[in-house]
């Protein structure tokens, strides 16, 4: 127990490099969400791609499970003020999705869609990344209903709001559109190290 003490970082650190501008370490994993959570059976899961697609499609679960999965690491940082560091993601990178996506040339943005109503928007840039993961293990375990089992997208270069819980749909868009918390008032892209928090940062 007490060795968890120890390794909080000390202000200069490597690890408070990690760490960024009114961000705080947290060793728990806090649960947020906005409204009820949806509770979905892994099989009826399926990833609905609509909008500027040449052709709609939807990727049933037992699809998903037989594309490639990659194990990644890394450090999440919510907009609520904590970080925490060496979060372990397992999942399909986003850029194996989009190998089965064929985008009109008008597409500039992307809708994440979740069960439950939830949305947040990305640009094209910041979605199709190799490190943006459909996620369905965290830390070597099916992942918590209350965290977006069975499958969230983590983004985790941007603020753990642009990371959504119980994905359900990607709608590619000519423009972009603001989702949920950026309607709210949160900022339209949400860049921890430029602290884009709020929209009239
Ligand atoms: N579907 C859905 N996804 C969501 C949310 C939500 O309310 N619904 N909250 C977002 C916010 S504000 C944060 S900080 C993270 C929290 O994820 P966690 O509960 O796993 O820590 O999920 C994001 N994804
Ligand atoms: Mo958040």
Redesign the pocket.
């Known amino acids: 127990m007490f060795s968890k003490l120890f390794q909080k970082p000390l202000p200069n650190s490597e690890l408070a490099k990690r760490v960024p501008p009114g961000q705080s370490l947290t060793e728990r ?7 009820p959570v ?1 509770k979905i059976e892994a099989s009826s899961v399926s990833i609905r791609i609509f909008g500027e697609v040449q052709t709609e499609l939807e990727i049933p679960w037992a699809e998903l499970m037989q594309m490639p999965m990659s194990t990644q690491t890394y450090d ?1 940082h ?3 003020h904590w970080t925490k560091l060496d979060m372990r993601w397992t999942g399909i990178p986003v850029p194996e999705i989009m190998k089965r996506v064929q985008l009109k040339s008008e597409a500039t943005h992307v809708m994440m869609h ?7 928007n990305l640009s094209l840039e910041d979605f199709i990344r190799p490190e943006n993961l459909f996620s369905h293990i965290y830390d070597g375990q099916p992942l ?1 209903t ?3 089992g069975p499958m ?1 997208i983590v983004v985790p270069h941007l ?9 359900s749909g990607l709608e590619f868009m000519n423009g972009d559109r603001l989702g ?2 950026e309607k709210n008032g ?1 900022h339209k892209r949400g860049d921890p190290w430029r602290e884009e928090r709020y929209s009239d940062d």
């Open positions: 994993f806090p649960v947020l969400t906005y409204g949806p999440i919510c907009v609520t979740c069960y439950g109503g939830y949305t947040t918590e209350e965290h977006g969230r603020f753990f709001w642009k990371s959504p819980k119980w994905i949920f918390w949160y």
